[in-house]
Nanobody, 118 residues
């Protein structure tokens, strides 16, 4: 099984930055699609950013130009760099790993809170 341990959540002022980390239990980037999701109270969980096994990335329109997803293959760690944070970014952020080959299965981090507020 894959274990994902997140860190880096917390309180930040509008316009500030945070970096979320997601440490995987093994060398998984060649076998799993990686992504960040977020969920605000009363809202559906939404995809924020994703990365394929060969490093291609995609972003939600709401965060393009401000968020960056990246991988450190040697450390088996996924990152989400969040810059120019807005109050609308307040949510629980989840790291996700989805298997490339069947059977498809999703693993999730514990989902720390990110709060953007004065």
């Amino acid at each position: 099984q894959v274990q994902l341990v997140e860190s880096g959540g917390g309180l930040v002022q509008p316009g500030g930055s945070l970096r979320l980390s997601c440490a995987a239990s093994g060398s998984i980037f060649s076998r799993y699609f990686m992504a960040w999701y977020r969920q605000a109270p009363g809202k559906e969980r939404e995809s924020v950013a994703g990365a394929t096994t060969d490093g291609r990335t995609h972003y939600a329109d709401s965060v393009k130009g401000r968020f960056t997803i990246s991988r450190d293959v040697a450390k088996n760690t996924l990152y989400l760099q969040m810059n120019s944070l807005k109050p609308e970014a307040t949510a629980v952020y989840y790291c996700n790993a989805r298997s490339v080959f069947p059977p498809v299965f999703d693993y999730w981090g514990q989902g720390p809170q990110v709060t953007v507020s004065e």
